[in-house]
């Protein structure tokens, strides 16, 4: 596996007593753990609004796959982090149950949409209470 | 440094098409910037040194799932836009700030956890194989072979599931 070196807070800080310059560079430049946390929660952000802003069913699947995704990333960030495969373990049994919520899920849209012929959910209020 | 451009341009090319997907009003072209989101995803794998992970991204999802979305939207006829309707009790903007509010959990928990001092990094167990995706599929075929036997008759319930859901009789 290959060898990272993110470095940790501390490292930094007394790098900074010594030469300030070359702290700011190494911070400005290294890409932590965090960055990777960040973007994810961002992009899993954006499923969160299109789940609950749309109102086209296949739209809120695709964002439900947005979702899955940035898991993954966060998953695989701290596997590599860490340096130890099982994250990736992880994200293959999410990638399989993603494959088949995807399958059920477009199945259920086009039994939905044989009865109903929508595809809008906010026309799918039979069981609303 | 070239790590850093690779992550940041990566990192904007995913958040834009997750942008395009969620806002486009055409539901094809919204599965074709998902296509090109998975793709993005896939490089930031290999970014992380998951090459067999990137595979099987490429493969499964950009193969494979949105296959099945395009033969839906191909399937579902749209001659009436679903935006169109609209309902006065749906409150979108409370969405948005609801979300917002995940957001900024999560980054306080990001901010917090990072302040906190590095744990020691603990290798992973000694495996007689190298490589990205012999290691992989070593694990998953000892320490992990009954999620994988699970892993795998979850995936027959679902393929006939899918099936039962979508014959018109049976």
Known sequence: MRIRDWGSGIGVNRQSIRNPQSAIRNTRIMITPTHYMLLSAALFMIGVIGVLVRRNIIIIFMSIELILNAVNINLIAYSAQL??????VFAVFVIAVAAAEAAVGLGIILALYRNKETINIDEMNLMRW | MGEAIAFYFISACILG????????RDTVHSVLFLVADFLFVAALYVLLGAQ????????????????????????????RP??????????????????????????????YSSQLPATPIAPG???????????????LYTSYLIPFEIASMLLLVAMIGAIVLAKREL
């Open chain 2, 17 to 24: 098409f997750a942008l395009l997907v969620i806002t486009t």
């Open chain 2, 125 to 139: 167990a000694a495996m007689p194989v190298t490589g990205n995706t012999e290691q992989v599929g070593w694990l």
């Open chain 1, 83 to 88: 340096q130890n495969v099982i994250g990736q």
């Open chain 2, 52 to 79: 067999f992970l990137a595979a099987i991204q490429i493969l499964v999802y950009a193969g494979g799932i949105v296959v099945l979305y395009l033969f839906v939207v191909m399937l579902v006829n749209l001659k």
């Open chain 2, 82 to 111: 679903p935006e169109a309707h609209s309902d006065p009790h749906r409150l979108t903007k409370v969405g948005i700030g609801m979300s917002a509010a995940v957001l900024l959990e999560l980054g306080a928990i990001a901010a």
